[in-house]
């Protein structure tokens, strides 16, 4: 599951990195199913010919005690003594039997450079299935609310932190969600039994029954804001959006907030139904080639008709980059 | 307050077939056993380790089961054509090649139950073609004992297949 850092703020129109969690499966046949066994034999004794069942052997199938924790949102830009920031896990019971399930927050963790302060309560199950924090999840209590998963089965967990003040743009601090079976938990193998779901054995599976996933917090004082405007000309003097028309479209990028936001990279589709008018791209009044060259623009055909515009690094006093550009309206 | 059921229920307990495991079949002139049976690591006094089989009754998923059934011939006469048929139990795979190591059988597969065939001859039909089955689609095993089975005699087929 690759975790993405980024020491500053995309473009409000780029498109965002993909996360990937890995997809978790159940193992095996339910615990507590019997399995059944007959064999037959046919032989003769002289002319005749007989049929005879054995006895039914049976084995019963035992309870696996597996857990996965996927972290789902891997990095959350937070702003400097933020409150009630949280972080999204899933707790998917891999093992073969319904199991409740112990959970734990950890935010101190080696490696960063703030420890996240845990918010009381501090976890949260998604009880409304929203995926987002809302009051009708309620909080985990250890020992009263632990979540029971059948076989396959995940909940949606949220870690909830305050973000101390004395932290700086780029800081990351990490907090951790683990799970544990409530059965038990241990060396791969390890039995506990009659204590699996139909009162077969519970063994620990090859996770060990107990997961761990962290996230992470990263301070990012700073944010950039877009705004799109457009004019129409049509070719008769007027400002009908009839095909043949020209619209002119002006984006205000600024940022605002603490510390700067670097590469950043002003990105926008030419909308369906138009074509861009080549050489009408600007920044800040100033003509910018269509091509790709030395200057900050371009017009591309890959991997759709956009404009770029790279606006390099910015800060809240940089004030207003203005990029304009016009398409026409198809026919 | 149960003294005088007491012998009643007592008798009842002894009639009845608890734990099949251990008892046979027997009908006519063949006593028929099936026992399940996983590989365990056994370390003895030196240290050694050795796999044993042991008797199983609780198995977790990915393991696999050796199936051994065993055909006592109880009479005086010898059986002839002693056919052993063992379907591959429900949740389970059969292993490709459990089932051949005997040399006093001829061992044959089935998908249905009614059409056998060896692992090369048995076919399946898939999108319209037709390809040889796969060990893992076997759903029927049958060991036809070559020599008859002598009085006292035991013949012993077994197989093994993985808990899903």
Partial sequence: MKSIRKFGAQSAFAVVCAFGASQAFAVGVPAGTTIDNTASVSYSVGTVTSTVTSNTASVTVAEILDVVVTVQTPTVPVAPGAAQQVLRYRVTNTGNGPEPFHLVMNDVIAGDQFDPVAASPSIYLDTDNSGTLTAGDAAYVAGTNDPLLNADAFVTVFVVNDIPTAVADGNIGRSSLSAAARTGTGTPGTVFAGQGASGTDAVVGTTGATAIGTGEYLVQGISIVATKSQTVVDQFGGAKPVPGARINYTIAVSATGTGSATGVVFVDNIPANTTYLPGTLTLNSVSLTDGADADVGAFETTPAARVRVALGTLTQASGNQTVQFAVRINN | ?164
């Fill in chain 2, 1 to 164: 307050m149960f003294e005088g059921n007491w012998k009643f229920i007592a008798a009842a307990i002894i009639a009845c077939n608890f734990g099949s495991q251990a008892f046979a079949q027997t009908q006519g002139c063949i006593s028929l056993k099936s026992v399940p049976q996983v590989e365990q690591e056994v370390v003895d006094a030196n240290g050694k380790k050795t796999v044993q089989l042991v008797t199983a009754t609780k198995v977790v998923p990915g393991v696999e089961v050796t199936w051994t059934v065993t055909a006592d011939n109880v009479c005086k006469q010898p059986s002839d054509k002693v056919t052993i048929n063992n379907p591959v139990p429900a949740h389970m795979t059969f292993v490709a090649n459990s089932a051949t190591n005997n040399p006093a059988a001829d061992i044959a597969y089935s998908l249905d139950g009614q059409t056998y065939g060896t692992a090369d001859q048995l076919t399946v039909q898939d999108n319209g073609t037709t390809r040889k089955a796969r060990a893992d689609e076997y759903k029927f095993i049958r060991w036809t004992f070559k020599a008859p089975l002598a009085p006292g005699a035991q013949a012993v087929a077994h197989f093994r297949a993985l808990l899903n």
